[in-house]
């Protein structure tokens, strides 16, 4: 009956900006809620989105000063970096192939900033993005928010601590059924821009859901990869980008291991999916299975011993789920808290670079390197698949 | 991939004061994130603990203005009715006998009440409460905050429109585990006060989850019970409240039917049970499973048809659950955004108020009829298990 | 990857006769084939049915030799145990109320019996057939097949080794779906003689299914009933026999600790519920739960550690269950293995009566005096009912 | 409560003999259960070890008489087909290595053959016993056993009447834990020949379970292979053959649609992982879930609807599930029943032979060719393989 901790710091919340996010969107509202979930983020400027009119009554709605509502992302960086209460921090929550150049102008005006997966549309934004974040000191928070669910902690955590011995096999999927049918047809927003390759770059699922499963599997695991083959496919009629990934991998070997290897699975025409990431990783002395709809529970089955359930908050469960978990056992967190321990994470952060202190080595978060390899992913699976599944480095 | 609504108005939060909730405490920490969700709420105000000091250290954690950090409740209402910028609704957060000198304060205040459940320690207080909010015309919101989760909604739902028949057999149930040890000798805060008929009343499991199990049971059913026979037990030695309750329930008979019964098992002696409430209804046509711990899932099993899986969101969740649902489908909500339902209602309600309109008919919440409900149902369990189970009206 | 024990000994089967089981039985098909699952037994003889026609056609449909094709079990007692290979043992598979006549014959002729359940359709018969098994001599095995599921008996070890520590609370339920409407009236055999008090006796779910779940609570805890509180019901208009049943139980204290208490729900008219026994113990050191409908798995949950699952076969499965499987983990025994087990037991037991051998202890099977324990449960439970639910002793 | 069929026709049990299966085997009982379930075959004769003294004891065990308790296989083939109460059929339950020359022996003499899988150990010996049940006319029934399972049946059905639409993706995994250890260098005998190239063949996990993970995708959708891809690993070491194979699958195009694509994982490494076959089939109008596990259940899930649990004998599941059900839903059917049934149809099947009857189009088992297919998938993995996982045509 003991919760976890609760930031609720004091000390005034951060100043926060978003780009994109206006009617319409999807995760521009997860972020929202996310920012304001700890009582650690205020959100007061905004450009939330390209169309003017949807800009300014999207901000009337989220009760901004008009004033801070921009008609683009390059003013409000400029007009917000000469502010003395201007914004400490963006969340970028375009379509992705705008990550980039918001990013730019957010850095070098000397704001942090959180953004949406992926990284970017494609691989030389994503190195350049990478460069800008190196030079500018700023923070940069990926909201790869799966890594923020407690028991995705604690898996991570028993692995780095041996409980699987050495990793073998990693088995990562991530089916929806929401483009079965040819839905951006119809105009609906969220499909039509995920489905366009100038918005969303050369990846379909592979980019939209595959990379989060690919950026948990290493989480989890810690393990590098050598080379993936895969096999992409647009089933659906008409459609440019895949919607359903088949990949082989083969990880890099550690200390003389046998290097493990895995499988991915993306689908977005999977019917009776909604939302179902789930990852399983077996290695010499046991195994691990979490599902993301149901992410209060990590399955721990060592080898030659009972299956165990161990249950967010519950026996088994060690500091690094307590960490990031509020509330008591079997009271269910979900999705959004998951999300909220991204801002959490990146809220410690920027305190401490408030303070000028050193940044603390127990705040975890992705970073712009872990989205580069995200989009070297995207990217190393078209060319695989382009060359019949061809094994292909990063 | 639609997501349901969001409040976010834009037309300024509600300002919101506390009692109890301070260092320590658990629920408190829940109703704040509950009220920040959706930036309806903001927390202006504290008589956060009956210790000075840490009422004064709770509120410099939560960044409250000092001056508005209160050494009591009723200094609070006092002070902050007569401000310009005073508090509009009071969250209630203490152990239960405290519920109703509070309320009262605040309601003769003419501040709106959001209070924890159970309403009061005794009926004779209950009642009191109903009449001082009968009396002041001020909003009174009880968080049973298990009526608050989409499913549950949709579950009312489909009670109501028929799809179920006419409902024969209701199944309640709340175990936990958490009190299987005599937990309370070692000074846990929560199990004190809980086991303390002091501070909780005459009942133990009973007051503490029976009573969201009763209420669970009602809200869905729509039923009204005729009476119970209650087998009340404390398993744990040394323990003056019930750690287990028994109890048979038969309800009134509607247009000439047959009328429902039931069972409810509450205990906090459950080894392996979390927060296991459930609730299951049968009906001459079909029947219904809801598990707290899996609170996005729904089970319709229509009689001679395929046992259906509803999910929040997905096909077969109607209007009802997407009014509550802030993501789609696959992306679970838990227990925080079950709650912070609660407090969503509330604002519409409040924001109606403030606007000087009629109530919203669509806006459901519990209410101070359901918590002299739910004490009745305290008291009649604790009068029957005197009386060896005797069948006792409420 | 081991399996269990398997019987098939050579020493040639044991010639079994039927009593009931004709064309349009249920029960009398299980029987047969639990009886030959492991080779065990032959069946060689049958009065299977009252129907002359309906009993010449099923015996040929079986292959029986058409002069052991009786028109009575009267008949059948008498002739069969004048030959040398008349039959060692009968199945008597017919509805209630003729259970303690045909026992009675072949008990009188020598002959072991093998009874579904419950043993008869009154107590009055109950007790004397129990008198009759002790003065034959004969072994008597009552069918409450799911005493022979494998992870029924670990958790029956459990329980005795003291994993559980003391017991506290028993929750037993058994729903199903089956006589929702009133099929009986359609002619349905098996409907028919459930609802007929004649054939029946006074309880309808109470004693065709609450006699399962009672029975497996007392085989798996090994405590002893004290008295009962029902409230027994038939939702179906004209259903002149119980289709639901709520009580509650006290057990008696054991070894000067607080006595155990528990629940009981009956229910044959639940939608969604095809056969759901469910089975959960909790102690003050652990609980337990398992579920027919997955009969191969046992939560045990010891307080205060994660939860276990424990497979049949599997790691943390000792051997009372591996006594009585015949198949590794992950390889699903059911039903009918379940049921195969009584009879293997059975089998060992004549085997050794055969030989004249002592009854090996490690035999567990359902005895008449369970059966005369199940009868009574059904009589309390009716009286109790009666009464309008007051506490009533066995 | 309506149970399915029973075989137990009365005409006499199909005379059975038995190659391998003595004592320390696993499969050998297995069919000697299944074959008995149903009353349909008696075991007369068998070679049950290459072991004089282990054929001999295990020959008394089963009551065998000794004079039908063969020294090898050739000599039981040929001394039986000359009794006039000689075998009709022969069941080969040995290492693969031996299926080959054992059922040769028997076909040529006439009998029929029921063979367990994979038919043999190299594609070679496949396509000569192939050539040889063509020339004998005998039958041939492959134990596939997993597709005897009725709501494997049910899933085949519901895909060729349109129920998904055009099948898309075919997800189908097969992990184990059992050879997570180097288990075979302890002498373990069902470790031992499945990790020896010269009894199993090329293929590792890929033959042992593989092959059924194939055989269960093809007999679902009825997809044809175009060609895969594959992985495969020896991660103990030490073991010669894999014990994790990655494949993926590429179907040949039906009626102009587009191909469906998939994965095969088979392991023998993943810990937690008892007998985990699970199918998942995703077409245009809906999807289907099959775990071997929970065999009685399958997952329908049409697109835009809600998720549909069909049960075995329940609402939804049709002919041909009750065709192969023993007993109403919510009674579990096993492994051993799925088993059976395959010995059911075979049963059939002989029976219409022995009549001299053409085969009834109902009657469905794994034939030759379906064990031809088995091999080459063995075969093609194992080719491409160790062409870096090109693409290979079986």
């Known amino acids: 009956m003991v919760s976890g901790r609760q930031v609720e710091s004091g000390s005034g919340p951060i100043r926060l900006g978003m780009v994109g996010g206006g009617q319409g969107a999807f995760i521009g509202g997860v972020h929202r809620i996310a920012a304001r979930l700890d009582g650690e983020f205020a959100l007061v400027a905004g450009a939330l989105s390209s169309d003017p009119e949807r800009a300014k009554a999207s901000a009337a709605e989220l009760g901004l000063d008009p004033k801070r509502s921009y008609g683009s992302f390059a003013e409000m960086a400029k007009k917000e970096a000469r502010r003395a209460d201007g914004i400490e921090a963006v969340a970028i929550v375009t379509p992705n192939h705008m990550h980039w150049p918001a990013a730019k102008a957010f850095l070098e005006a000397g704001i942090h900033v959180v953004c949406d997966k992926p990284l970017t549309s494609n691989l030389g934004d994503a190195k350049k993005l990478a460069a800008a974040v190196e030079k500018s000191g700023k923070l940069f928070i990926l909201t790869h928010n799966y890594t923020g669910y407690p028991m995705v902690r604690q898996a991570r955590e028993m692995?780095?601590?041996?409980?699987?011995?050495?990793?073998?096999?990693?088995?990562?999927?991530?089916?929806?059924?929401?483009?079965?049918?040819?839905?951006?047809?119809?105009?609906?927003?969220?499909?039509?821009?995920?489905?366009?390759?100038?918005?969303?770059?050369?990846g379909g699922a592979t980019g939209d859901i595959g990379t989060h499963a690919y950026n948990l599997a290493r989480f989890v695991t810690g393990l590098e990869l050598d080379s993936l083959a895969a096999d992409l496919t647009a089933f659906v009629d008409g459609r440019p980008l895949d919607d359903n990934a088949h990949v082989l991998l083969r990880f890099k070997a550690?200390?003389?291991?046998?290097?493990?290897?895995?499988?991915?699975?993306?689908?977005?025409?999977?019917?009776?999916n909604e939302n179902a990431l789930k990852l399983r990783v077996y290695?010499?002395?046991?195994?691990?299975?979490?599902?993301?709809?149901?992410?209060?529970?990590?399955?721990f089955t060592p080898f030659g011993a009972e299956k165990r359930l161990i249950t967010r908050g519950g026996a088994g469960a060690g500091a690094s789920a307590a960490r990031v978990s509020r509330?008591?056992?079997?009271?269910?967190?979900?999705?959004?808290?998951?999300?909220?321990?991204?801002?959490?994470?990146?809220?410690?952060?920027?305190?401490?670079?408030?303070?000028?202190?050193?940044?603390?080595?127990a705040v975890i978060y992705p970073t712009v390197a872990d989205g580069v390899e995200g989009v070297a992913f995207v990217e190393a699976c078209?060319?695989?698949?382009?060359?019949?599944?061809?094994?292909?480095?990063?």
């Open 159 to 202: 692995v780095r601590s041996g409980e699987l011995g050495d990793i073998r096999v990693v088995q990562a999927e991530y089916p929806q059924d929401w483009l079965t049918e040819r839905v951006e047809a119809t105009g609906a927003k969220q499909a039509v821009w995920r489905t366009d390759p100038k918005q969303s770059g050369a």
């Open 327 to 361: 509330i008591p056992p079997g009271h269910p967190e979900g999705y959004l808290e998951g999300f909220a321990n991204i801002y959490a994470e990146a809220a410690r952060a920027i305190r401490a670079a408030r303070a000028g202190a050193a940044p603390d080595a």
């Open 254 to 272: 550690k200390g003389g291991k046998a290097p493990a290897k895995g499988m991915l699975w993306a689908s977005q025409v999977a019917p009776g």
């Open 283 to 299: 290695g010499t002395k046991g195994g691990l299975e979490w599902e993301q709809e149901h992410p209060n529970h990590l399955w």
């Open 382 to 394: 078209v060319r695989s698949s382009r060359k019949n599944g061809a094994w292909t480095k990063l």
